[in-house]
C-alpha cells in the first residue's frame, strides 16, 4: 500500500498532557498529520481544551480508566475512523515523534503487521536517563519474554508502537487489562496468532513532565508480564485455554 493511499491514525492516550502536548505534535512529520486522535483519561489540568484547540478529534474519558483503558479506546476509535494503521505516540514528548515513517513503512510495504520501537536498538537508553534498575529490568523482563514467545524482539516495553488494521481486527484487546500491563497483552496475543513483528531505533526522552511509574507500579508491571507470559505458555501448550489470546 501506498502512502497516499493510506489511512494513517495518530493516537494519543493521554493524562496531564498540557505542558507536552504541542511540543509532541510539533514533531509529528507533515505528511502523517492529516488524522490525530487525542483520547483524554480524566486529566486535571488543559490537555482537552489545548487539543481541541489545536484541532484534534477528542474523546474524552468522565473517569479515569488507565493507560490500557485508555489505549482501548484509542484503537476503537481510531478502526471507526477508517485507519488502515494506528500509530500510538505517548503526548508527553518521551518519544521522538520524528520516527513515525520509520515505523510505518514496514507495515506499508507489508513486511510487518505491527513496529515497535526500541530503545534497545537506539544503542543509547542510560544516556537518555533511562534509571538503571528499570534498564535492568527490561532486559530481564524482554529476555524471559522471547524464551516464552520462541521468538526475538529487543524490547517489549516501548510505548511507541503501530499497528496495521489486521492485527488490531485479529487480537481482542478489549479483553485486555486497563493497566500498563496491557502493553505485553497486546503483544502475546499477537504472538498466539502468529502475527509478524518488526522493530526500529529509538530514544526516549526522561523529564519531570514526561510521564514515568514509580518504583512500585513498576514491581507491579513486572508481575504483570510474568503473569501474562504464564497465561501465554499455557495456552500455547494447550494447558489452560485463554479465550484473551485467540482470534475474534
Excluded at 473517569?63 to 475512523?81: I, V
Excluded at 518488526?198 to 511509574?213: D, G, K, L
Aim: glycine share 8%; proline share 4%.
Amino acid at each position: 500500500m501506498k502512502l497516499e493511499e493510506a489511512r494513517i491514525v495518530i493516537v494519543l492516550p493521554a493524562y496531564n498532557a498540557e505542558k507536552t502536548l504541542k511540543r509532541t505534535l510539533d514533531e509529528i512529520p507533515p505528511a502523517f498529520r492529516q488524522h490525530v486522535l487525542l483520547v483524554d483519561d480524566a486529566s486535571r489540568d488543559g490537555t482537552v481544551a489545548l487539543a481541541r484547540s489545536l484541532g484534534l478529534t477528542v474523546f474524552v474519558h468522565p473517569h479515569n480508566r488507565g493507560y490500557g483503558g485508555n489505549q482501548k479506546t484509542c484503537y476503537r476509535e481510531a478502526l471507526a475512523l477508517g485507519a488502515d494503521i494506528v500509530v500510538m505516540l505517548h503526548p508527553d514528548h518521551q518519544y521522538d515523534a520524528r520516527v513515525i515513517p520509520d515505523l510505518v513503512h514496514p507495515l506499508l510495504r507489508g513486511d510487518a503487521d505491527a513496529a515497535f520501537g526500541s530503545r534497545m536498538l537506539g544503542g543509547h537508553p542510560m544516556e537518555g536517563g533511562m534509571p538503571g534498575w528499570k534498564y535492568k529490568a527490561n532486559i530481564f523482563l524482554t529476555a524471559f519474554a522471547n524464551i516464552v514467545f520462541r521468538r526475538y524482539l529487543s524490547e517489549i516495553h516501548s510505548g511507541f508502537r503501530a499497528y496495521t488494521r489486521k492485527y488490531l481486527e485479529t487480537v481482542r484487546f478489549e479483553e485486555n487489562s486497563d493497566d500498563f500491563v496491557f502493553d505485553t497483552e497486546i503483544i502475546a496475543q499477537g504472538m498466539a496468532n502468529n502475527l509478524f513483528f518488526c522493530e526500529v531505533p529509538i530514544v526516549t526522552r526522561y523529564f519531570p513532565e514526561a510521564s514515568s511509574i514509580n518504583l512500585r507500579r513498576s514491581i507491579q508491571y513486572g508481575f504483570g508480564v510474568l503473569g501474562t507470559l504464564l497465561r501465554y505458555w499455557l495456552h500455547r501448550r494447550g494447558l489452560v485455554k485463554s479465550r484473551q489470546f485467540e482470534a475474534k
